[in-house]
């Protein structure tokens, strides 16, 4: 089914961006997991850190490729080769801008499509922002994030 594209700030990965990007990699040939480096929003990560913490965590995903873009998403998707725009909906919150979004994006390069995946039930709740503020807070972040997300985080908020 071609290549796909799942764009996003992955500040940091999360259980319900992995199960997206793992959902992906079985429809789609090959997926590119993409990196927004977006100035408009202050990062706890580096670009650097969250392109490593995806490399770690998809490792064992032979088609899925990690890349970071400043820029416009869809001239990334072309310089990738890639038709198609994978974006993950929680909940209806989502959906307004989301679907801003696709209409902009299909406005600037009809050729590329964007496809929504419904997140796993158990994920619905999960979002980096929560992640950084429950370890901010000192709590546990067991269960949303994997092993290696976590270790950064505990270095990261200790700093
Ligand atoms: P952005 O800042 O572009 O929204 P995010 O890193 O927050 O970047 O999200 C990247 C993508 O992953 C988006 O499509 C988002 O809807 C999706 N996503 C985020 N959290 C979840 C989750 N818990 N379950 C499913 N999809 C998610």
């Known amino acids: 089914m071609g290549h796909a594209i799942v764009p996003g700030s992955f500040d940091p990965v999360t259980f319900g ?3 997206i990007i793992q959902r992906a990699s079985t429809i789609f040939d090959r997926v590119t997991v993409a990196v927004v480096a977006n100035r408009a929003k202050a990062p706890l990560f580096s670009i ?3 392109t490593e913490m995806l490399r770690e965590v998809c490792s064992d995903l032979g088609n899925v490729a990690i890349g970071s ?3 416009l998403l869809v001239e990334y998707a072309r310089e990738c080769g890639a038709t198609v ?3 993950g909906l929680r ?5 307004e801008y989301e679907l801003q979004m696709a209409h902009m ?3 600037l390069s009809p050729d590329v499509e964007t496809v929504f995946m419904m997140t796993g039930t158990e994920h619905s709740y999960l979002s980096s922002s929560i992640v950084k503020e429950i370890a901010r807070l000192g709590g546990s972040v067991e269960g949303l994030v994997p092993k290696s997300v976590r270790e950064r985080l505990r270095q990261k908020v200790a700093q």
């Open 69 to 71: 873009f400043e820029g």
């Open 91 to 95: 909940a209806v919150s989502d959906f």
């Open 17 to 19: 961006h992995l199960d």
């Open 48 to 50: 650097e850190e969250r």
């Open 105 to 107: 994006n299909r406005h």
């Open 85 to 87: 725009i994978v974006r």
